[in-house]
């Protein structure tokens, strides 16, 4: 049997090796103005894949983020009570060291923008877990499934 030490550093190995693979980030591409339930709030149930099917994107580049905009429009947003949501990818545009930890909103003419990186970020307003916390919450069934 190995000692907790190595199924630690194992389980460091690996994780740090998956980070390596992330190289796009997958959004919701939506607009209050197509559908209403892409508003404010993300009217589609934890999970949807009614909404996965509709309106997710897999965003590719460098720097790529998940953004979510909203602002008055008086014009656009006839249908939508003057407010105007959109959500999609983003790529910054040479910013280096911009990089959200989880959420970071700025505000803008008439409205906010708020980016976010992971995926399906910019579909809710929760703070979902990040992997490194369920891979550390799953290290020691991995342990146990390699025997170590």
């Known amino acids: 049997m190995m000692t907790p030490e190595f199924c ?20 919701f591409e939506c607009s209050n103005l197509q559908d209403k339930r ?5 009217d589609f149930a934890p999970g949807s894949t009614e909404a996965k099917e509709k309106y997710l994107k897999k ?3 460098e720097l790529t983020f ?15 009570n003057g407010i105007v949501v959109s959500r999609s990818c983003w790529t910054s545009p040479g910013k280096e060291g911009f990089e959200p ?11 906010v923008a708020c980016y976010c990186k992971g995926d ?8 979902r877990a ?7 919450g799953l290290l020691p069934l991995l ?4 025997g170590f």
């Open 59 to 61: 965003c590719e580049g």
């Open 101 to 111: 930890e989880v959420k970071e909103c700025s505000e803008m003419f008439k409205g």
């Open 120 to 127: 399906l970020c910019n579909g809710s307003e929760l703070v």
């Open 8 to 27: 630690l550093l194992f389980g460091l190995v690996v994780f740090c090796g998956a980070l390596g693979l992330a190289d796009s980030v997958s959004c």
């Open 130 to 136: 990040s992997t490194a916390i369920l891979f550390i």
């Open 38 to 42: 892409c508003g404010t709030t993300f």
């Open 66 to 80: 998940c953004r979510k905009l909203t602002y008055e429009d008086d014009f656009q947003g006839k249908k939508t």
């Open 143 to 146: 342990c146990s499934l390699l």
